[in-house]
């Protein structure tokens, strides 16, 4: 499959999460929409206080799993314990958790205020207490001032403020967000995900937030779960996801990724072409058809093409095009084996020693420790 073209991600640094008590348990869970498998044998364990991200293509079974855990959608089979107590079999009305859908969040008939306030008048609770929780929760979301306007009179990133405040109203042991950034524009969405990630992180509310956008993930989750049909291919944080993909799929749907078609060889290696290349550990068997998986950022690229051209085990690649995007250039390179392409994002401080130019013969070094093999037709989505 051909690289991505993504740009490379800052990949969020947050540290491990602070709390080892498990908030929730997905022991086993499946669900079946008639013959179709939606979720197949999930097992998960969520942290108090954690910010964990499902993250996969379209369809792969986020919202059914999200559903799940809220009681909107019945497992066909499994068991979901929250601090320790099965919920499995509970309607949603009897779980603890606030909710955020990804659009029509709010009730367009009923003020800002009777909007936040609707969870604590379902509850009973006294008026002033209402009144005060309320002011609490628009000053928490910075919409202090709104109270009366209705949804219709909102910007998108304001009414997801709203629904915000509306989901964390009754002080819920889990919040579950269904991609509350997905309808917003670029700028818009930027800031709205650090404010949500700061009041997550402000109010300790163990989170799941469903997204299909790996930025969102990578920059806001303690750990992301990637799914793909229905079931998790990778449970990790944000850097281990980018760093350590578990499966060409995870490597292929994370960042940028090249994927050439090698041979594996014992040990740490593969053959390109007759080009002998060193990776990371693999256990293909030597002779087999693989991928080797390289990021653009991790391929070194210098002038000594001439003086290695003959040099057994040397790579070389003419280039055939360069795209410049700022911090990096983006320069793809044919290589002679089997007229492959391979994609080198060169830092813009270092491409002027190169003086890049179309048609450049080059040399390639792609460092073992970035060079990952996996069986070859794994990445399909
Ligand atoms: N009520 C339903 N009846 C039948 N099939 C369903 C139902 N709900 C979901 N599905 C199917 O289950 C699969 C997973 O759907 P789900 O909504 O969980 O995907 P998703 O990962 O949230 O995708 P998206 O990113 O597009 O929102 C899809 O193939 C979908 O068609
Ligand atoms: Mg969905």
């Given at each position: 499959m051909p690289p991505t073209m993504t740009s490379p991600l800052s990949v969020s640094t947050a540290a491990?999460?602070?709390?080892?008590?498990?908030?929730l348990s997905i022991d086993g869970v499946s669900k079946r929409f008639g013959s179709f498998?939606?979720?197949?044998n999930i097992a998960l364990e969520i942290q108090e206080g954690e910010f964990v991200c499902f993250l996969?293509?379209?369809?792969?079974g986020k919202t059914t799993l999200l559903r799940t855990i809220a009681g909107l959608t019945r497992q066909s089979a499994g068991r979901l314990t929250q601090r320790g107590k099965d919920i499995s079999m509970l309607p949603p009305q009897a779980r603890d958790f606030g909710i955020v859908f990804q659009?029509?969040?709010?009730?367009?008939?009923?003020?800002v205020f009777n909007n936040v306030a609707y969870g604590l008048r379902n509850r009973r609770v006294e008026r002033a207490r209402i009144n005060d929780r309320v002011a609490e929760l628009l000053a928490l979301v910075n919409l202090t001032g709104s109270e009366a306007k209705y949804p219709a009179a909102l910007s998108g990133g304001q009414q997801q403020r709203v629904a915000l405040a509306r989901a964390l109203a009754t002080e819920p042991g889990l919040l579950l967000l269904d991609e509350p950034l997905s309808a917003l524009d670029a700028r818009v969405r930027g800031h709205l995900r650090s404010q949500i990630k700061a009041l997550q992180a402000r109010l300790g509310v163990t989170t799941i937030m469903v997204t299909h956008d790996q930025e969102e993930a990578l920059t806001m989750a303690d750990r992301i779960v990637v799914m793909n049909h229905g079931v998790i291919e990778q449970v990790g944080t944000p850097a281990a996801i980018y760093h350590?993909?578990?499966s060409a799929f995870v490597a292929s749907f994370i960042g940028s990724m090249n994927f050439l078609e090698v041979t594996a060889q014992a040990n740490r290696q593969a053959l390109l072409g007759n080009t002998p290349c060193a990776c990371l550990p693999h256990t293909i068997a030597v002779g087999q058809a693989a991928q080797l998986a390289i990021r653009p950022e991790a391929v070194a690229l210098s002038l000594q093409a001439r003086a290695l051209k003959h040099q057994a085990g040397a790579l070389n690649g003419e280039v055939v095009s360069i795209e410049f995007l700022g911090a990096f250039q983006r320069v793809t390179l044919r290589l002679p084996e089997d007229h492959q392409t391979l994609i080198a994002d060169v830092p813009s401080r270092d491409s002027s020693k190169l003086s890049l130019y179309v048609g450049q013969l080059l040399a390639i070094h792609l460092p073992a420790e970035a060079a990952r093999l996996y069986a070859a037709g794994s990445s399909q989505q």
């Open positions: 491990t999460p602070r709390a080892t008590t498990t908030h498998t939606a979720l197949d996969g293509p379209s369809g792969c659009s029509y969040a709010l009730f367009p008939n009923l003020t350590q993909p578990a």
